[in-house]
Protein backbone atom coordinates (compact mmCIF):
# COMPACT_ATOMS: atom_id res chain seq x y z
CA UNK A 1 0.00 0.00 0.00
CA UNK A 2 1.21 3.31 -0.85
CA UNK A 3 2.01 5.55 1.87
CA UNK A 4 -0.51 8.30 0.78
CA UNK A 5 -3.86 8.09 -1.59
CA UNK A 6 -4.85 11.24 -3.16
CA UNK A 7 -7.51 11.27 -6.07
CA UNK A 8 -5.69 12.75 -9.29
CA UNK A 9 -9.08 14.11 -10.48
CA UNK A 10 -9.68 16.36 -12.48
CA UNK A 11 -12.03 17.99 -10.19
CA UNK A 12 -14.59 21.00 -11.82
CA UNK A 13 -16.13 22.76 -9.81
CA UNK A 14 -18.28 26.18 -10.01
CA UNK A 15 -16.80 29.48 -8.01
CA UNK A 16 -17.86 30.54 -5.37
CA UNK A 17 -18.95 26.75 -4.41
CA UNK A 18 -16.53 25.10 -1.16
CA UNK A 19 -14.23 22.42 -2.25
CA UNK A 20 -13.09 19.09 -0.31
CA UNK A 21 -9.93 17.67 -1.01
CA UNK A 22 -8.99 14.53 0.66
CA UNK A 23 -6.09 11.76 1.07
CA UNK A 24 -5.52 8.55 2.76
CA UNK A 25 -2.52 7.04 4.52
CA UNK A 26 -0.87 4.33 5.95
CA UNK A 27 1.14 4.90 8.95
CA UNK A 28 -0.88 5.94 11.87
CA UNK A 29 2.73 7.06 13.26
CA UNK A 30 2.99 10.23 10.83
CA UNK A 31 2.51 13.52 12.58
CA UNK A 32 3.44 16.26 10.09
CA UNK A 33 0.61 16.75 7.21
CA UNK A 34 0.97 18.87 4.95
CA UNK A 35 -0.48 20.76 1.59
CA UNK A 36 1.16 22.21 -1.17
CA UNK A 37 -0.11 24.21 -4.01
CA UNK A 38 1.10 23.71 -7.43
CA UNK A 39 0.40 26.72 -10.66
CA UNK A 40 0.83 24.91 -14.20
CA UNK A 41 4.29 24.96 -15.01
CA UNK A 42 5.20 26.27 -11.67
CA UNK A 43 7.11 24.48 -8.85
CA UNK A 44 4.99 23.03 -5.27
CA UNK A 45 4.25 25.93 -2.40
CA UNK A 46 3.57 25.06 0.60
CA UNK A 47 0.08 25.87 1.20
CA UNK A 48 -0.48 24.79 5.40
CA UNK A 49 0.97 21.99 7.11
CA UNK A 50 -0.56 20.53 10.43
CA UNK A 51 0.75 19.16 13.64
CA UNK A 52 -1.04 15.96 15.20
CA UNK A 53 -4.87 16.00 14.17
CA UNK A 54 -7.73 18.18 14.61
CA UNK A 55 -8.07 21.50 12.25
CA UNK A 56 -6.22 24.38 11.21
CA UNK A 57 -7.28 27.43 9.60
CA UNK A 58 -6.00 30.17 7.10
CA UNK A 59 -8.27 32.28 5.68
CA UNK A 60 -10.55 30.65 2.88
CA UNK A 61 -8.38 27.40 3.58
CA UNK A 62 -8.87 25.33 6.43
CA UNK A 63 -6.71 21.90 6.63
CA UNK A 64 -7.91 18.79 9.00
CA UNK A 65 -6.24 15.43 9.80
CA UNK A 66 -8.55 12.77 11.38
CA UNK A 67 -5.82 10.30 13.01
CA UNK A 68 -8.63 8.20 13.45
CA UNK A 69 -9.46 6.98 10.14
CA UNK A 70 -5.80 8.36 8.57
CA UNK A 71 -7.85 10.89 6.39
CA UNK A 72 -6.60 14.27 5.54
CA UNK A 73 -8.72 16.93 4.33
CA UNK A 74 -8.19 20.79 2.75
CA UNK A 75 -11.32 22.74 2.27
CA UNK A 76 -11.57 26.06 0.37
CA UNK A 77 -14.47 28.04 1.15
CA UNK A 78 -15.68 30.73 -1.19
CA UNK A 79 -13.60 29.02 -4.37
CA UNK A 80 -12.35 31.28 -6.75
CA UNK A 81 -10.78 30.41 -10.46
CA UNK A 82 -6.96 31.69 -8.95
CA UNK A 83 -7.48 28.57 -6.52
CA UNK A 84 -7.13 26.69 -9.81
CA UNK A 85 -4.20 24.34 -9.59
CA UNK A 86 -3.03 20.36 -8.19
CA UNK A 87 -3.17 20.41 -4.44
CA UNK A 88 -0.50 18.02 -3.29
CA UNK A 89 -0.43 16.47 0.27
CA UNK A 90 1.97 15.38 1.84
CA UNK A 91 3.23 13.64 5.33
CA UNK A 92 6.60 13.52 6.96
CA UNK A 93 7.77 10.08 7.65
CA UNK A 94 11.65 10.11 7.61
CA UNK A 95 11.35 12.56 4.37
CA UNK A 96 8.64 14.23 3.09
CA UNK A 97 6.09 11.73 0.83
CA UNK A 98 4.25 13.01 -1.53
CA UNK A 99 0.63 12.34 -2.72
CA UNK A 100 0.35 12.21 -6.25
CA UNK A 101 -1.93 15.74 -6.24
CA UNK A 102 -5.23 16.36 -7.26
CA UNK A 103 -6.02 18.89 -10.18
CA UNK A 104 -8.46 21.64 -9.65
CA UNK A 105 -10.67 23.54 -11.78
CA UNK A 106 -12.73 26.41 -10.71
CA UNK A 107 -14.97 27.30 -13.28
CA UNK A 108 -16.00 31.12 -13.50
CA UNK B 1 15.70 37.23 -3.09
CA UNK B 2 15.23 34.84 -6.01
CA UNK B 3 14.62 31.77 -3.72
CA UNK B 4 15.10 28.76 -5.97
CA UNK B 5 16.62 28.72 -8.66
CA UNK B 6 17.27 25.83 -11.75
CA UNK B 7 18.82 26.08 -15.32
CA UNK B 8 18.09 24.63 -17.84
CA UNK B 9 13.98 25.52 -17.82
CA UNK B 10 14.17 23.20 -21.04
CA UNK B 11 16.33 20.77 -22.46
CA UNK B 12 15.84 18.02 -25.15
CA UNK B 13 18.50 15.14 -25.08
CA UNK B 14 19.24 12.05 -27.41
CA UNK B 15 19.48 8.86 -25.69
CA UNK B 16 22.89 8.33 -23.74
CA UNK B 17 23.94 11.83 -23.78
CA UNK B 18 24.47 13.17 -20.36
CA UNK B 19 24.14 16.88 -18.84
CA UNK B 20 24.33 18.40 -16.09
CA UNK B 21 20.85 20.25 -13.87
CA UNK B 22 21.64 22.99 -11.67
CA UNK B 23 19.88 24.20 -8.52
CA UNK B 24 21.42 27.25 -6.47
CA UNK B 25 19.17 28.72 -3.53
CA UNK B 26 19.88 32.03 -1.54
CA UNK B 27 18.48 31.72 1.96
CA UNK B 28 21.12 30.46 3.41
CA UNK B 29 19.32 26.73 3.74
CA UNK B 30 21.27 23.52 4.87
CA UNK B 31 19.37 20.88 2.98
CA UNK B 32 18.85 20.33 -0.93
CA UNK B 33 16.76 17.40 -2.81
CA UNK B 34 16.02 16.93 -5.97
CA UNK B 35 12.90 15.34 -7.16
CA UNK B 36 11.30 14.10 -10.44
CA UNK B 37 7.42 14.56 -10.92
CA UNK B 38 5.85 12.33 -13.47
CA UNK B 39 2.03 12.33 -15.00
CA UNK B 40 0.34 9.55 -12.91
CA UNK B 41 3.16 9.47 -10.20
CA UNK B 42 3.35 12.67 -8.21
CA UNK B 43 6.74 13.82 -6.79
CA UNK B 44 9.54 11.44 -6.27
CA UNK B 45 12.97 12.33 -4.33
CA UNK B 46 15.98 11.07 -6.45
CA UNK B 47 18.63 12.61 -4.19
CA UNK B 48 19.20 14.61 -1.55
CA UNK B 49 21.75 16.38 0.85
CA UNK B 50 21.16 17.03 4.30
CA UNK B 51 23.99 19.60 4.83
CA UNK B 52 27.19 20.52 2.74
CA UNK B 53 29.42 17.68 2.29
CA UNK B 54 26.74 14.93 2.49
CA UNK B 55 24.23 13.43 -0.25
CA UNK B 56 22.01 10.35 0.09
CA UNK B 57 19.98 8.40 -2.20
CA UNK B 58 16.25 9.03 -1.93
CA UNK B 59 13.09 6.47 -3.90
CA UNK B 60 14.80 6.78 -7.71
CA UNK B 61 18.57 7.08 -7.57
CA UNK B 62 19.39 5.21 -10.29
CA UNK B 63 20.60 6.71 -13.32
CA UNK B 64 21.49 10.01 -11.17
CA UNK B 65 24.34 11.85 -9.27
CA UNK B 66 24.57 14.73 -7.66
CA UNK B 67 27.65 17.18 -6.60
CA UNK B 68 26.72 19.33 -3.67
CA UNK B 69 29.30 21.89 -4.58
CA UNK B 70 29.09 24.19 -1.69
CA UNK B 71 26.24 25.31 0.49
CA UNK B 72 24.18 27.11 -2.35
CA UNK B 73 24.36 24.64 -5.07
CA UNK B 74 23.47 21.57 -5.90
CA UNK B 75 23.69 19.71 -8.84
CA UNK B 76 22.11 16.86 -10.58
CA UNK B 77 23.96 14.61 -13.57
CA UNK B 78 22.52 12.30 -15.68
CA UNK B 79 25.33 10.51 -17.56
CA UNK B 80 23.79 8.65 -20.01
CA UNK B 81 20.27 9.80 -20.49
CA UNK B 82 17.20 7.24 -21.34
CA UNK B 83 13.58 8.11 -22.55
CA UNK B 84 12.56 7.02 -18.55
CA UNK B 85 14.01 9.92 -17.39
CA UNK B 86 11.82 12.46 -19.81
CA UNK B 87 10.41 13.93 -16.59
CA UNK B 88 9.82 17.36 -15.03
CA UNK B 89 12.71 17.70 -12.01
CA UNK B 90 12.25 20.11 -9.44
CA UNK B 91 15.04 21.58 -6.93
CA UNK B 92 14.03 22.22 -3.45
CA UNK B 93 15.65 23.74 -0.41
CA UNK B 94 14.42 23.69 3.75
CA UNK B 95 16.22 25.08 6.72
CA UNK B 96 17.67 21.73 7.76
CA UNK B 97 17.01 18.07 8.30
CA UNK B 98 15.55 17.16 11.62
CA UNK B 99 14.69 13.60 12.36
CA UNK B 100 10.73 13.75 13.40
CA UNK B 101 10.32 17.69 12.70
CA UNK B 102 8.48 19.02 9.75
CA UNK B 103 10.75 22.00 7.75
CA UNK B 104 9.19 23.92 5.17
CA UNK B 105 10.35 22.64 1.69
CA UNK B 106 10.82 25.96 -1.30
CA UNK B 107 10.76 24.87 -4.94
CA UNK B 108 12.67 25.96 -7.79
CA UNK B 109 10.43 26.15 -11.38
CA UNK B 110 11.25 22.62 -12.34
CA UNK B 111 13.42 21.60 -15.67
CA UNK B 112 11.03 20.55 -18.56
CA UNK B 113 13.34 17.55 -19.97
CA UNK B 114 12.67 15.28 -22.75
CA UNK B 115 14.93 12.59 -23.72
CA UNK B 116 14.15 10.89 -27.55
Given at each position: QKEVEQDPGPLSVPEGAIVSLNCTYSN????YFMWYRQYSRKGPELLMYTYSSGNKEDGRFTAQVDKSSKYISLFIR???????ATYLCAILDDKIIFGKGTRLHILP | NAGVTQTPKFQVLKTGQSMTLQCAQ?????SMYWYRQDPGMGLRLIYYSASEGTTDKGEVPNGYNVS????REFSLRLESAAPSQTSVYFCASSARVVQGIYNEQFFGPGTRLTVL
Open positions: SAFQDSQPSDS | DMNHNRLNK
